[in-house]
């Protein structure tokens, strides 16, 4: 067994592939085959009014002094040369941090699901069902906040595309890079999302390709970044000017 095997046994389910095309393949606000899309960039203009310019949110950005003397081991848990917020907080998390309790327990459980207790999650297959996620959800900011980082993990620009304009996922080998484990993925995320269950069919492929605790692994990965989603929404997170919207949206 290769390490790529391994690492999808202990990670991620899937669902197998179907030779008809499932409704919850394409999300509602999809863009068609033919769109044309060109990522814009973030201008000062475009940051709605009630937006604070620290933390580009609708609330302040935490600071560590503002907290009171027990909950500022949990700042320091998120901020520190060691964490990926080593220069601060931002985006969701900055959020969190205004119930520092939920983000004592949401963090390292956001760790845990993007790399694993040991850092070896297979992060190709980890952001390929985040970018799902967040076509799935209309999520411009995880959207573009993820874009690079699955280019940057191995996602073929097929597979990006593919995921950005919502087109069905195709049921062979016909799009580089995307087998039976990223087919698994992209089909597995939508349904969750979609659908008011995982069907049958996909439950036992998923079983079958990743075992009992990559299908928990994966259902957890996908509701932590519905609650990203919530997050986001409810405090208006904004991605700074100067950065790039690659998502489509209506």
């Known amino acids: 067994m290769t390490l790529r095997h391994l690492t999808l046994a202990i990670f991620i389910p899937a ?18 085959e ?8 973030v201008m000062p203009a475009d940051i709605p009014p009630d937006i604070q310019q620290d933390s580009w949110a609708r609330l302040p950005r935490v600071t560590r002094e503002s907290l009171d003397p027990d909950d500022q081991p949990v700042f320091d848990l998120i901020v520190n040369p060691d964490s990926r917020y080593a220069t601060g907080l931002r985006g969701p998390i900055g959020m969190w941090m ?19 207790a040991d850092g070896t999650r297979d ?23 993820h874009e690079t980082l699955g280019r940057n993990a191995g996602l073929q620009e097929e597979i990006i595309e593919l995921l950005r304009y919502g087109r069905p996922v195709p049921t062979a080998d016909t799009v580089p ?3 039976e484990p990223e087919r698994t993925v992209i089909r597995l995320t939508r349904e969750l999302i979609g659908k008011p269950k995982l069907s049958s069919e996909v439950f036992v492929t998923a079983q079958r390709l990743f075992g009992n605790k990559g299908l928990v692994d994966l259902a957890g990965l996908i509701g932590h970044y519905t609650t990203v989603n919530y997050t986001l929404k409810t405090f208006d997170v904004q991605r700074p000017p ?5 998502l489509p949206l209506p």
């Open 15 to 32: 669902l197998a592939a179907c030779g008809t095309t499932n409704p919850v393949d394409t999300p509602a606000a999809a863009q068609t």
């Open 34 to 41: 033919n769109a044309i899309f060109t990522p814009r960039e």
């Open 98 to 116: 205004y119930s520092p309790k939920m983000a004592e327990h949401f963090f390292p459980a956001s760790t845990y699901l993007r790399y694993g």
């Open 123 to 145: 992060q190709r297959l980890t952001e390929l069902a985040i970018l799902t996620a967040a076509r799935a959800l209309d999520s411009q900011y995880e959207w573009s906040a």
């Open 177 to 179: 890079g995307l087998g």
């Open 242 to 246: 100067g950065s790039q919207l690659s």
